[in-house]
């Protein structure tokens, strides 16, 4: 064994045993839908017209929603109800009464001038009788303010740090905007005309009312010449966790106006236990189909990545659990599902090993292991590299869902290539060096082609001697897709539309299992049903009338005999206007990176050509669920950005190839490399896509209605991706080859040098 091989080993050994301690000594933060949680009912005291509170509501929700993400309670539900309330559904939290006083604070943050200190009991100016700002600072001496000079508006970001060289303890630094910094200094400056020790040398800082800090500008500060205007600290003896939410209140934001906690009660799972069991067996079923399935393709080291791949599984896991990231169903179907894409690294490995084999059959083993580790490098790197930079870029731009997908994505990323290139490494460079599995080549499964590879070899179909015809085909079905869209509507989830909440209590207990089953039967398939304090039912639908909800209580009676309605609002969206906005833009501007990257990486057909077939892939996904009537909700839009990765992903590795091979044969048209490529990348295409289909398949048909259309929604995309890598993305990267290289006639001059005739890059050695 090498040294090299050695070190991937301890490294992976290492791994493991951090992972399975946390795994096996940590407790994962569930979601509502796994675990339920504490739903607040915010009400807003503002008293405006009822455009003008409905507006100030809605924002007022996106400042809630900063600071519950700040909280580090992720997959929040936050709903405005009728015109002034505001429902927040917090999943998995361990003290509700911190999160109500943080969330219920209006945080309104001020920056004042100190004109002097007053008698206590001083509330008046004693010439004029004007009302004045008058406030006790830390120690209780009463400050007379001046008028606010600055407002937390200017703040661009507020962060909580222990300092410990000038013992000031636990400090909040703020950064301001450009013209609140200069705002800033003015402000400093002023104050520093006054003499050491003046009470008019101070600057309060006022937190709701409130001097959380009025420090002195240091004596070195002279007259006008002010503090920097990058920004300044906060002081004031606080606690670590004083410090923290003081920071995430500032950097929420301050409430548009004051609300108030009306309603506190716990609230159960969305998801019944045999749902989940159910969940789970799927999972179970899929990913030990998927373990089957790849070492009966790769013998010794299919088992060998199999377990390679549980190892990831673990790792990942346990990155989850470290990080307090919530798990939601959908989520950790998405987690499992990962656990079949993650055997693409190995699967493209595997086919490099394999192709070294079969062209030089004399050479070893692990030297053919070594060149396929090699070449594969390059094809897994820039995957996971667009992959990694979709997924910060979500994280960063985003915000709810849209984040939390971004951070479960970059894990998965990462930890898949540690489990193929550290784990499944080591494992199959141990294995490579045994006489018996280097001799017996039946037993090590690649050192003989596949039958796919032996099948195309044989058969050699000639793909794109005209390419233009199979982005014919992609735009027929790109315009199918586009009509079922507007002639069918796409069916927008409660999340997206709002809908309306109805709480009934019934005179015998009914469980959500029942009552979800009891309402799908009766035309309800896709309500939201919860339990709600002492056994009341909660009911969740998209747009109802009065009919409705008066057959939804009938239905619901005939399980829990009288039914009396206790609640009935109007709500609205919980992925409302902005966080879409920020969900789109966060999308568009990762789509935009990716460009780039790709043309800089391969050319700028190449990268034109993997955005094209993505957004064919997304709009016959969307335009598949308008044909089918199934609703667009949350769990849809998971699904979607995971076709995304999937289907760039899928491009790269074919342009990858296309770029290895021409590389060594400029003078070969390209239509004939991109031929070349396609074929031989066609085995890790299925291999991979069978993969993840077991999972998917166990997903649709045993994970119950809560995954079908998850399931559904990822098979879609898996089979539509697989063929627009091939024949979008790399037709449509000749036809621009095409249009782009060839050089324009010369008007007016005729030569034989002008007459010769010239080769054509798409065609295969073809003369014009």
């Not at 004083?242 to 500032?250: F, G, N, Q």
């Not at 915000?399 to 930890?415: D, E, M, N, R």
């Not at 398939?525 to 969740?540: M, N, W």
């Not at 399980?559 to 309605?565: A, D, H, I, L, P």
Request: aromatic share 6%.
């Amino acid at each position: 064994m090498t040294r090299a091989t050695t070190v991937r080993a301890v490294l992976a050994v290492a791994v493991l045993l951090v992972s399975v301690y946390i795994t096996l000594t940590m407790s994962p933060r569930l979601g509502l839908d796994l675990q339920g949680g504490t739903r607040m009912v915010l009400q807003a005291k503002d008293s405006a017209t009822v455009e003008a509170d409905r507006e100030t509501t809605d924002r007022t929700l996106e400042v809630l929603r900063q600071r519950v993400d700040s909280l580090g309670v992720a997959e929040p539900v936050l709903t405005r109800s009728g015109e002034d309330r505001i429902i927040v559904e917090l999943p998995d939290v361990q003290d509700p009464r911190q999160a109500a006083a943080v969330i219920g604070r209006t945080a309104q943050l001020s920056f004042h001038e100190v004109l002097g200190a007053v008698p206590p009991g001083t509330d008046a100016a004693p010439e004029t009788g004007e009302k004045r700002l008058i406030l006790p600072d830390e120690q209780g001496t009463q400050l007379d303010l001046g008028p606010v000079r600055l407002s937390g508006a200017g703040v661009k970001d507020a962060t909580a740090f222990f300092e410990a060289q000038q013992a000031a303890g636990w400090t909040v630094k703020l950064d301001f905007h450009k013209d609140a910094g200069k705002d800033w200094t003015k402000l400093t400056g002023e104050a520093a005309c006054h003499p050491a020790g003046d009470e008019r040398r101070r600057v309060a800082i006022v937190l709701d009312e409130k001097v959380i800090s009025s420090p002195q500008v240091d004596p070195s500060v002279g007259c006008q010449a002010g503090l920097p205007s990058g920004g300044t600290q906060i002081t004031g003896s606080f606690t670590a966790k004083e410090a923290r939410d003081l920071a995430l209140l500032i950097k929420g934001g301050a409430l548009p106006v004051p609300v108030e906690i009306v309603e506190q009660r716990t609230v159960g799972p969305t998801l019944g236990a045999a749902a989940i069991d159910a969940s789970a067996q799927a999972a179970l079923i899929g990913a030990a189909a998927t373990a089957l399935f790849i070492t009966f393709v790769y013998r010794l080291f299919g088992a060998l990545a199999a377990v390679a791949l549980a190892a990831y599984g673990v790792i990942s896991y346990a990155a989850l659990v470290g990080l307090g990231v919530t798990l939601t169903l959908p989520g950790l179907a998405g987690f499992v599902l990962a656990i079949g894409m993650a055997v693409d690294a190995n699967v493209l490995v595997f086919e490099r090993a394999r192709e070294e084999c079969q062209d030089r059959p004399t050479r070893s083993l692990r030297s053919a292991l070594t060149t396929g580790f090699q070449k594969a490098f390059s094809a897994v790197a820039d995957s996971n590299i667009t992959t990694l930079l979709a997924a910060g870029l979500l994280f960063f731009l985003g915000s709810g869902p849209v984040k939390g997908f971004g951070v479960t994505l970059a894990i998965g990323v990462i930890a898949s290539m540690f489990s193929a290139l550290v784990i499944a490494r080591a494992l199959t460079e141990i294995a490579a060096g045994s006489r018996f599995v280097s001799d017996y080549r039946g037993v090590n499964g690649i050192a003989r082609p596949g039958s796919v590879r032996t099948w195309l070899t044989r058969k050699d179909p000639q793909l794109f001697r005209k390419p233009v015809q199979w982005l014919v085909i992609s735009t027929v079905l790109v315009a199918v897709a586009v009509a079922g869209i507007v002639v069918r509507g796409v069916d927008l989830g409660v999340e997206f539309t709002g809908g309306r909440l109805v709480e009934y209590s019934t005179s015998r207990p009914v469980d959500v299992e029942t009552a979800r089953s009891t309402l799908a039967d009766a035309g309800f398939g896709d309500a939201e049903i919860t339990t709600a304090g002492d056994g009341d039912i909660s009911v969740r639908t998209g747009k109802l009338d009065n009919d409705g909800e008066y057959a939804l209580r009938t239905a619901l009676a005939t399980e829990g005999g009288e039914t009396t309605k206790v609640r009935d609002e109007l709500i609205g969206p919980s992925l409302g206007d902005e966080l879409r906005r920020n969900a789109l833009i966060a999308l568009g501007v990762a789509v935009l990176v990716q460009l780039a990257y790709l043309a800089v990486r391969f050319r700028w057909t190449f990268a034109v050509g993997s955005v094209v077939a993505m957004v064919h892939d997304v709009v016959i996904v969307v335009g598949a669920f308008a044909w089918l009537g199934r609703p667009v909700d949350g769990i849809f839009l998971a699904a979607l950005l995971t076709v995304i990765g999937y289907s760039v992903n899928d491009s790269v590795v074919v342009f990858d190839r296309v770029r290895e091979l021409w590389a060594g044969n400029r003078k070969t048209p390209l239509a004939t490399i991109a031929r070349r490529a396609v074929l031989q990348t066609v085995p890790r295409t299925v291999n991979t896509g069978m993969g993840a289909l077991f999972i998917l398949v166990a997903l649709a048909v045993l994970g119950g209605d809560s995954l079908a259309d998850f399931a559904l929604a990822l098979l879609i995309g898996i089979v539509v991706g697989t063929w627009s890598s091939v024949f979008t993305a790399v037709p449509g990267a000749l036809v621009l080859e095409r249009t782009t290289t060839a050089p324009p006639p010369v008007p007016g001059k005729s030569s034989r040098r002008a007459r010769a005739p010239r080769r054509d890059p798409l065609d295969n050695g073809a003369r014009v």
